[in-house]
């Protein structure tokens, strides 16, 4: 079984690498660009689409309104990148959400944070990659409903791809980054030109009627319309995910890092923000109409539209209308589009497990997190977030607007508390800075900090008011349960080191008065035997051998060949009435222990090696139970001895190549 397995995973992973082939890469702006921003960018191809089909609920009217929603999320846009810029400068070394408020606001803050973050790479994979499978459906639409398939099958390459050590600063990254953002901002500004010439067409969606939904059927009025375009702008503001990349990797930038980090922070909030406000802008001047139930909102000539209509995205609606459906510019729109969906998916491979592992060294998280694997990437980590993705995918049916209800609540409870964190740092910064010019700055700092606070925590609200029944309230419940396990794990970690520090008078305790050894004995066979030449060499206090008497006629042949065979060694048959073999030999060594506290008990277990996986089903499995129930005893070491059958050769063969 394992050297099957080993095989299947050299064929899939590859071979290790040795710790030297590990290098860190210090990337130049053009390259860190897409690399650390390609989330926030790849908002774009569905951001838009949540403004409008929200706005839509309301009939085609309220549509007038999503140009100024979309410019309330790229002024928020744009405070954020203010602000972290500032947290550039606060952590020259590279400070991330957590690190930022774990430092400045505690643990229980920083692990908040850390719960929020880690949902929200979830959630980036599983909505990354299911809009990328409606943009392949969009421009094949005889692939119509396979859109789960395809992101299910999307994530588990992406998972076989980062276990495999692909790095994320290769052209294979950066070169499909650039030519989606040259495609985007190249569609809306011919889009603009032929608008403002009165050239550009109609969407293909502009002649569908929207139906209101009940409650809507005034549009946006009273209370009710105002909360829906709240709940428009909370949802369009997933445009704002992954702003914070370039501040928690300056130490990834080329020399000097700090201008160059914030440089690219700056050309990030830029060009997200042009490209976002573009895109809505133009859908609004086309009359796209998307909605998020085609089959009960639109109406083409009064009738319901055919089953088989595709409802497509709105970067591929205006790529239609601007470039011709079909065209080749159509299709690299779309396919660039689709390729950077699956880039961001691909970063968030890269942040879940780095984050994973630095909680795992904080004590946060299982050890096992913390570790590289073969190929030098933390294959725990990789493991975890493609199955959580997966799970999302398939519960969700890769529905993008119904996973995006999740996908905001956690980018704001790090964006706010990593703000605050930083109005933190800067006031304990000015109590000890006595330069006036200096103090100037972090004043500017703070304030600018205080503003994204304030500002990000609004959002905060309104995002859990108007999401909260849609489905946000699964993002918080999993953020809270992340969150608590984190605390317990630090709890239990603690403890346990607590528990094995050794005190002062500890050493002279250590040792063991005497060693009394004990054989496990079912038949005199060869295992048997050499268990108890083991144990003879060991030179103990006092050795025993036991014998559980759960067959009368077994154990009276057990003795006559001990007899026979002149071991010698005591041996002692313990009674077992109810044919049970584990409670008399912990009756026996708990008896061996009460009369001599101090003693060490070593039980000798004879053991089969064997090379087939079924052949372990047939062996070893009351010895694996005794192992299991004995770790719980104090005071006692369980000492596997084992005996090599024939079968197990071949394995040790394969295991030496």
Known sequence: MLTFFDAVKRILVGQPFRNDHFRRESLPKRTALPVFSVSALSSVAYAPDEIILTLALAGVAALTLSPWVGLGVVVVLLVIVASY??????????????????????????????????????????????????????????????????AVAGVAILVLLNLRGVRRGSRAIAIPAYIFMVSILGMCAIGLIRSVNGTLGK????????????????????????????????????????????????????????????????????????????????????????????ATQLRRDGAPLPDDYVQNPVV??????????????????????????????????????TLASTLAVDRFLPKQLRARGDRLTFSNGIIALGIAAIVLILIFDADVTALVQLYIVGVFVSFTLTQLGLV????????STPDSSARFRMMKSRLINLIGFALTAAVLVVVLVTKFRYGAW????????????????????????????????????????????????SHVRKPVLRALAFARASRPSKIDAIVVDVDQEETRRTLQDWERYRIPVPVTVLASPYRDTISPILEYIRTIRSESPRDLVVVYIPEYVVGKWWEQLMHNQTALRIKARLHFEPGVMVASVPWQLASSEASRKYQDL
Do not use: C
């Open 203 to 294: 969407a293909p969606s502009a002649d569908l009627e929207i139906i209101p939904q009940a409650g809507f059927d005034s549009g946006l009025v009273g209370l009710a319309g105002a909360l829906l375009v709240l709940r428009a702008f909370s949802t369009g503001a997933a445009a704002l995910t992954g702003l914070e990349g370039p501040g928690g990797n300056v130490q990834s930038f080329q020399k000097p890092k700090r201008r160059n980090a914030a440089t690219t922070l700056l050309l990030v909030g830029v060009i997200a923000g042009a490209m976002t406000a573009g895109v809505i802008y133009l859908a609004r001047v086309t009359r796209v109409h998307l909605v998020q139930d085609p």
């Open 474 to 521: 699964i993002a918080v419940l999993a953020i809270v349960i992340l969150a608590l396990l984190m605390l317990a794990t630090h709890a239990h970690y603690n403890k346990v080191e607590q528990e094995l520090t050794i005190e002062a008078d500890h050493v002279s305790k250590a040792l063991p008065s005497r060693v009394h050894a004990v054989i496990l004995v």
């Open 316 to 353: 591929g609606q205006l790529a239609a209308t601007i470039f011709n459906d079909g065209s080749l510019l159509f299709v690299v729109v779309v396919a660039s589009t689709a390729l950077v969906l699956v880039l961001a998916s691909h970063a968030a491979f890269s942040g879940f497990p």
């Open 85 to 150: 810029r500032q947290a550039v400068f606060a952590f020259p070394t590279g400070g991330s959400d957590y690190e930022i408020s774990s430092r400045n606001l505690g643990d229980r803050a920083g692990v908040t944070v850390a719960s929020a973050l880690l949902v929200d790479y979830v959630l980036t994979v599983a909505v990354s990659m299911s809009s990328a499978a409606h943009y392949i459906i969009s421009a094949f639409p005889a692939l119509r409903d396979g859109e789960t398939i395809f």
């Open 424 to 431: 933190r740092h800067w006031t304990k910064e000015l109590r």
